[in-house]
């Protein structure tokens, strides 16, 4: 057996074509969607990621503002957030993350309108997916979501094992699957016997940022395999699965890169859209 990638490179393709021609017949009524980044701090990655993002709307042809801080008090900063929230001209709001030290993310995030929140992280949003609430969710995991939905892979019905339970993925993304009918159990650093957990999974999402964490042993035969993993280094960029050996025994597989990557950065600029267009009904 050799599993089928999962290709997230060329299903964020097909998303972008999708959000670019929504936004050429916006700027037909003389509107257009506005994303706000607001960088704090000389972290490199994360200048990389805002690069990405700009360059990633200019590819829908959404209007782009960075706010960039070499350094910033958290006062100040929500007081930015505060503006950006208020200005009618921004349909969305993202602060990269991480912050500096002296900044709590938690009050940064509760600051920022939920009508706002491309990345989905605000409280209240977090919250509309534990209640089955939401369509506005957490872009990696709405991704990963996505790609499991266009190779008509079923949820509903399957055990589910996810490697991961930050806020940002695992999290959300267990809320996310069981409400879709999954069967989901979290583990992490601390699980015993993590294999256990694994290998009688139908699909396995790992996300823990450790080179060839997952080997073949720990899933079964047929399985479909999510890699979230990124780790950069001179040898280029890999996951957290043993992709030579778990490809001969999955069914399913992404691929790193063009996997989960490509698609997480085109549900920011869908999440965009999609606030933009609450924006414009509650503007009516």
Do not use: W
């Amino acid at each position: 057996m050799t599993a089928i990638n999962l290709d997230g490179l060329a299903l964020s393709q097909k998303v972008i074509n999708e959000l670019r021609e929504r936004v050429i017949e916006y700027k037909k009524e003389g509107i257009c969607p506005k994303l706000a980044t607001v960088l704090v701090g000389e972290d490199p990655a994360s200048r990389v990621y805002v690069n990405l993002k700009k360059k990633d709307s200019e590819k829908i042809g959404v209007e782009y503002e960075e706010l960039y801080f070499l350094d910033i008090t958290e006062e100040k900063l929500l007081s930015i957030i505060d503006e950006l929230n208020d200005r009618e001209d921004i349909n969305g709001i993202l602060v990269q993350m991480p912050l500096p030290k002296h900044i709590d993310s938690n009050k940064v995030l509760e600051k920022i309108n939920p009508l706002k929140d491309v990345d989905g992280f605000s409280p209240i949003n977090v919250g509309r997916i534990l209640l089955n609430l939401s369509d506005l969710f957490p872009c990696t995991p709405k991704g990963i979501i996505k790609i499991l939905e266009e190779y008509k892979i079923p949820i509903q019905g399957s055990d589910i094992t996810i490697i991961n339970r930050s806020n940002i993925i695992g999290k959300p993304l267990a809320a996310m699957l069981i409400n879709m009918g999954g069967t989901v159990t979290v583990v992490h650093s601390k699980t015993k016997n993590l294999k256990d957990k694994t290998k009688n999974a139908d699909i396995v999402i790992v996300g823990v940022g450790k080179v060839n964490f997952l080997s073949a042993d720990m899933v079964k035969e047929g399985a479909v395999v999510v890699d979230v993993g990124i780790t950069r280094s001179q040898k280029g960029i890999k996951g957290d699965v043993k992709f030579d050996e778990v490809s001969k025994k999955a069914a399913y597989i992404t691929p790193v890169p063009g996997g989960v990557g490509p698609m997480t950065r085109a549900m920011l600029l869908e999440n965009l859209i999609l606030c933009f267009e609450k924006q414009k009904v509650c503007a009516r």
